[in-house]
């Protein structure tokens, strides 16, 4: 019988391009051990029409962080016609964009820290304290990039001094900002698959926050509660949460949704449609609490792969 052939979408030119190769790898030797035939393929050394050359049966997208996930390198897979894994082209886009998404999130009865945008046009004349005033936010503030993921560029802000000097840091980095309340409280995530909400975890980080340090160095000593310890039926409730989010935002195969759960309410901080599956990543632990081990979710991931997502 002949082998599927799978390429693996790795590295890119992201910020996330470690840890978008440590997924690959770690999805690679599962798709290997199922027996299928894995052509690896890294768009910052080909050309991404390079793909459509490639004689595949699908596309295992293992990218993360801009073009990987906020639509762009979906809108090439669908131009190809080649059936690809995770959220698809508007889906991705959304949720990669934390302004639009957190607009979606609000009119559909969700609760999400408070928050004001700043984008190209007034990073150079924006007035933050009165921003801040109008918006009625207190600090401490959290200020960060409005489409980075693995918490990149994120920086908690104890007073006016500090936001403007973390401002001034970002914009010359970033073209849009997001400035929201910071919500203190147990940190909560959730994974999905296919649409259902599988199971909540409970994050203990021993720095300020779960950073990009907290989630991939073993060295930051992240206390994992699975499940999270939480009441039953504020348990059930995130789960829900989570599902509507979902839905509302259009997303398919796996996701993975986080909140803040401060005096029993649930605030959802964004919504991760390419979320990380490395030996540390959440998602895969998740699952796996569930007996769904990773070899089993990463050949639900290849089943689950499709065109017009």
């Not at 160095?217 to 994992?224: F, N, V």
């Not at 195969?253 to 030996?279: S, V, W």
Request: glycine share 6%; net charge positive; proline share 4%.
């Amino acid at each position: 019988m002949k082998k599927k052939k799978v390429v693996v979408v790795q590295g890119g030119t992201s910020r996330e391009r470690e840890i978008s190769l440590q997924t690959a790898r770690s999805c690679i030797k599962a798709i290997k051990k199922i027996g299928f035939k894995v052509i690896k393929f890294d768009p910052k050394f080909s050309s991404i029409f390079d793909i459509k050359k490639i004689n595949s049966d699908l596309i295992f997208n293992a990218l993360h962080g801009k073009e990987g996930e906020d639509g762009k390198i979906q809108s090439y897979f669908e131009y190809f016609k080649k059936p690809y894994t995770h959220s698809g082209v508007i889906s991705s886009m959304i949720a990669m964009n934390k302004y639009l998404s957190k607009k979606i999130f609000l009119r559909n009865k969700i609760k999400t820290p408070k928050y004001f945008y700043i984008d190209e046009k007034n990073l150079s004349n924006i007035n933050l304290d009165k921003e801040i005033k109008k918006n009625k936010l207190k600090f401490p503030l959290v200020i960060k990039p409005n489409d980075e993921g693995s918490s990149i560029g994120v920086r908690i802000c104890k007073n006016s001094k500090n936001l403007k000097k973390e401002f001034s840091y970002l914009k010359k980095k970033y073209k849009n900002l997001i400035v929201e309340s910071f919500i203190p409280g147990k940190e909560i995530q959730v994974a999905l698959m296919g649409g259902k909400a599988i199971g909540a975890i409970e994050l203990r980080p021993k720095r300020k926050f779960y950073d990009y340090k907290a989630k991939y160095k073993k060295s930051s000593l992240t206390a994992h509660i699975m499940p999270a310890e939480i009441p039953q039926k504020k348990y059930k409730e995130v789960l829900k949460i989570s599902e509507v989010a979902n839905r509302i935002l259009g997303c398919k195969g796996i996701a993975r949704c986080d909140f803040r759960f401060h005096k029993g309410t649930f605030y959802i901080l964004e919504l991760n449609t390419q979320p990380g599956m490395t030996n540390l990543s959440l998602v895969p632990e998740i699952a796996k609490f569930n007996k769904i081990p990773f070899i089993k979710l990463v050949k639900w991931m290849m089943d689950d792969a499709s065109l017009n997502r």
